[in-house]
């Protein structure tokens, strides 16, 4: 009969009481060392939340004159955060604004988001960016770490230097230890490690060795320092997990719930938000997530990309992969259905909702003001028929100026043009993007770069469809001897192919 292994008591044997009050007189040591100032990453996750507190209780320890020097705490916002967790951290948010006035702690909450032009949606159905995947992820970078970078670097351009509290620990995962233990040799002072990508400042990690089990023990027996209840924390947690079990550690063999995952609802780099869906399926009044969830396998379904996405990239060439065409942004109809869909689960949302989050943003009033703006002026899509989807799917009226003097030809006309296309599509695109260039060159002094925006635009339209496209990228291939991966332009004076000999 074989014997069980055996979990390392929580700690090493050592208890609660003893380990916070070294740790907090660590935290107050670092802190009264020097005049650099402090941010704190919060995302109202359980390591954060510890922490965010033993930083808190070590400022507390503190005589009011040492509390010289300010602690930032930053929160991002993606937009498309889990609504939950969303409401959960800007109430945090708010509760300890007051919290730290009223205890005269230098604190300062921020609750930072992307700039407009980088949110998802507006990349997504603006731009038409295809959702996220693992090597073509490009909404981490914008909706994450810029604007926390951005805050960081004017913290560092402000008093030159900077010191980041984290909630990176060794247990999250055997990637995560190797690179902390890389950091480790290269500290330049106890505790704390130099930050790659940030100039000027340096990281400290203070729960960096405690497993999940421990990160628990702490915020179920030590009240939250701003008077946030860490058991709807816990409670928040146990609701993210499948099985509906999060309990609390009671010995060595008591399991956690630290796998609980949340992020933003539209991730597609993962299998299946199972967070959101374990909250769906464990409590009946978070059932009006449905729609988010729905919506979120629709532009996870890769099966449907080929009727999604243009055979064109963003700047109009056609690019073959072992002689496939490489599918490039959605096309107009596709991101005109992303919205309306997103709409209608927006408006499902709010029907449904409990009262606290009936009037739930999916997306917001800017974010749709620069999707029609990309759409009308960058796209050239002059029908401009945002505010008309809107009006349809919500019952509304766009809240947006009228932008037919804007517009080469009135939205109101677009449909004789259309007809005079005799249904050729890419002929119509072609012949309306280039009276959007015609009209944004118009209005410059000098109309230098005129003729090459119209060959880049013909050469956009140059391919009958798809197939045409391939043909043709394929002989070009042959012809010119190219890898497997080629880039074809679609010139005029290429033709006939022989010219390229």
């Known amino acids: 009969m074989s014997i069980p292994a055996q979990t390392a008591a929580p700690f090493q044997g050592r208890s609660l009481s003893d380990v916070v009050s070294e740790l907090t007189e660590e935290v107050r040591e670092l802190y009264t060392a020097d005049e650099v100032p402090w941010v704190v990453g919060y995302s109202g996750g359980k390591d954060s939340t510890a922490v965010l507190q033993l930083v808190w209780l070590a400022l507390k320890g503190l005589p009011a004159e040492q509390r010289t020097k300010p602690v930032y705490v930053i929160s991002t916002d993606t937009l498309v955060e889990n609504p939950v967790v969303a409401l959960w951290v800007s109430q945090s948010l708010d509760t300890m604004k007051k919290a730290a006035e009223e205890q005269g702690l230098p604190i300062e909450p921020h609750r930072l ?18 959702a996220p995947r693992p090597k073509f992820r490009w909404c981490t970078e914008r909706m994450k770490i810029k604007p926390s970078n951005t805050f960081i670097r004017k913290v560092v351009r402000r008093h030159g230097e900077a010191i ?30 130099p930050n790659g990508n940030l100039p000027n400042s340096l990281v400290y990690s203070p729960i960096e060795d405690w497993t999940n089990d421990e990160v628990w023990m702490f915020l179920m027996q030590e009240d939250n320092a701003w008077g946030h209840d860490n058991q709807d924390l816990l409670a928040m947690y146990q609701g993210a997990s499948s099985d509906s079990e999060c309990p609390l550690v009671v010995d060595d063999s008591t399991p956690s719930c630290g796998d609980s995952r949340f992020g933003c609802w539209t991730c597609t780099l993962v299998d299946q938000d199972k967070s959101m869906t374990a909250m769906v399926q464990n409590d009946k009044e978070k059932k009006w997530m449905r729609p988010l969830l729905r919506l979120r396998d629709e532009l996870d379904d890769v099966s449907k990309e080929g009727e999604t996405r243009d055979f064109r990239r963003m700047n109009g060439r056609v690019q073959l992969f072992h002689d496939e065409v490489i599918r490039g942004p959605y096309t107009q109809e596709a991101r005109e259905k992303w919205l309306r869909k997103l709409l209608e689960a927006q408006t499902k949302v709010r029907s449904r909702a409990p009262e ?11 974010e749709l003001k ?3 703006r990309l759409w009308v002026f960058n796209k050239h899509e002059v029908e401009d028929s945002l505010p008309r989807i809107y009006e349809e799917e919500t019952g509304e009226k766009f809240p947006d100026a ?14 004789l043009l259309r007809e005079i296309c005799d249904g050729d599509e890419i002929h119509f695109g072609m012949v309306r993007e280039l009276m959007g260039v015609d009209r944004e060159f118009r209005t410059k002094t000098r109309r230098k770069g005129l003729f090459d ?9 140059y391919y009958e469809n798809k197939d045409d496209a391939l043909e043709f990228a394929l002989r070009k291939k042959e012809v010119r001897g190219g890898n497997a991966q080629t880039e074809i332009s679609a010139k005029p004076e290429a033709l006939p192919l022989e010219q390229d000999k």
């Open 113 to 130: 988001t992307p700039k407009v032009e980088d949110t998802f949606w507006v990349n997504l159905i603006g731009r038409g960016y295809p």
């Open 370 to 372: 620069m999707i029609r």
């Open 164 to 193: 980041l509290v984290l909630g990176i620990r060794k247990a999250e995962s055997q990637a995560r230890a190797r690179a902390m233990a890389k950091h480790e040799k290269r500290r330049v002072r106890d505790r704390l490690s």
């Open 453 to 461: 925006a119209f060959e880049k635009v013909i050469e956009k339209g």
């Open 402 to 415: 009228d932008l037919d003097e804007q517009l080469v030809i009135r939205a109101s006309e677009i449909e």
């Open 356 to 366: 606290h989050v009936r009037n739930i943003e999916l997306i917001t009033i800017e």
